[in-house]
Nanobody, 126 residues
Framework: QVTLVESGGGLVQAGGSLRLSCAAS????????MGWFRQCPGKEREFVAA????????VYTDSMKGRFTVSRDNAKNTVYLQMNSLKPEDTAVYYC???????????????????WGQGTQVTVSS
């Protein structure tokens, strides 16, 4: 069992930046592929990015490539999501999740992640 806690959300103007953190406890994060998802108001939870257990591989949803960067520090048991050039449509609750399957794949379906944080609100004003 791993417990995830997101932080770093808040209110930012369009064009601004935020860095979200996801801290883990209970088990070492280094064994898990990690994902970031978001849920915009009135919409399904959608994939944002994923990072391999070592941090050597990443994948992003096309609309976020070049603006968002996922990284991790396994020594600190923390995963990050750096978000730049934020747009009002990025307003959402952002969640981190851990894939406990041990797969080599970086998966983009929320149903394939086993552990979730409580989410952190990001609001981008125009």
């Amino acid at each position: 069992q791993v417990t995830l806690v997101e932080s770093g959300g808040g209110l930012v103007q369009a064009g601004g930046s935020l860095r979200l953190s996801c801290a883990a406890s209970g088990r070492t994060l280094s064994r898990y592929t990690m994902g970031w998802f978001r849920q915009c108001p009135g919409k399904e939870r959608e994939f944002v990015a994923a990072i391999s257990s070592s941090g050597g591989r990443t994948v992003y949803t096309d609309s976020m490539k070049g603006r968002f960067t996922v990284s991790r520090d396994n020594a600190k048991n923390t995963v990050y999501l750096q978000m730049n050039s934020l747009k009002p449509e990025d307003t959402a609750v952002y969640y981190c999740a851990a894939d406990g399957s041990g797969t080599y794949l970086l998966r983009d379906s929320r149903y394939q992640y086993d552990y979730w944080g409580q989410g952190t609100q990001v609001t981008v004003s125009s």
